[in-house]
Nanobody, 123 residues
């Protein structure tokens, strides 16, 4: 069992940055692939980024490549999403998730989810 709690969201102007954090409980955190997803109002939840259990491989949605960076600190049971050069279209609730399959982008392949943190980017 893994419990996830996101933090770090907020209101930021276009071009700004935020670092999102996801704190995990459970001794098996280091064995999970971790992902970030987002959901804008009226839209489906979409994949943003993921990192494998070793921390050696990452995946990004095309819309965030070069602007967002996912990382993990297993000693702190925490995964991060550094978001730079934010755009109004990045506005969404951002969710952290844990799964067993690296490379998966479907929400159904992630087993545990946090409650989400709101990111709002003003133009």
């Amino acid at each position: 069992q893994v419990q996830l709690v996101e933090s770090g969201g907020g209101l930021v102007q276009a071009g700004g940055s935020l670092r999102l954090s996801c704190a995990a409980s459970g001794r098996t955190f280091s064995t999970y692939t971790m992902g970030w997803f987002r959901q804008a109002p009226g839209k489906e939840r979409e994949f943003v980024a993921s990192i494998n259990w070793v921390g050696s491989s990452t995946r990004y949605a095309d819309s965030v490549k070069g602007r967002f960076t996912i990382s993990r600190d297993d000693a702190k049971n925490t995964v991060y999403l550094q978001t730079n050069s934010l755009k109004p279209e990045d506005t969404a609730v951002y969710y952290c998730a844990a799964g067993r399959i690296f490379g998966a982008q479907a929400t159904s392949l992630f087993d545990y989810w946090g409650q989400g943190t709101q990111v709002t980017v003003s133009s």
